[in-house]
């Protein structure tokens, strides 16, 4: 099992930046990727962007691309998604999720963080 808590949410106003944390414990030695997902209002769940557990791989979706990165620390067990320029329409709750293989689908999941952005 891996469990997952994200921090790092909040108020901020459209061009603003903010930094997303995702802590990860329990059996860290098994996760392929981690990503970040997103779910606003009356919306489904939207993939945000992902990152290999060990290599350089990364993807990003492309409402997102040159506005967010995903980075990790292996020491911290700990995966971020710093998010600039910063639009209404990032608005939603971010969930952290990490996944053993890159043929699953995420089977683990944070409890997720509230992101609302005021234009």
């Known amino acids: 099992q891996v469990q997952l808590v994200e921090s790092g949410g909040g108020l901020v106003q459209a061009g603003d930046s903010l930094r997303l944390s995702c802590a990860a414990s329990g059996r860290t030695f098994s996760i392929y990727t981690m990503g970040w997902f997103r779910q606003a209002p009356g919306k489904e769940r939207e993939f945000v962007a992902e990152i290999s557990w060990s290599n350089s791989y990364t993807a990003y979706a492309d409402s997102v691309k040159g506005r967010f990165t995903i980075s990790r620390d292996n020491a911290k067990n700990t995966v971020y998604l710093q998010m600039n320029s910063l639009k209404a329409e990032d608005t939603a709750v971010y969930y952290c999720?990490?996944?053993?293989?890159?043929?699953?689908?995420?089977?683990?999941w944070g409890q997720g963080t509230q992101v609302t952005v005021s234009s």
């Open positions: 999720a990490a996944r053993q293989n890159i043929l699953s689908d995420y089977p683990y």
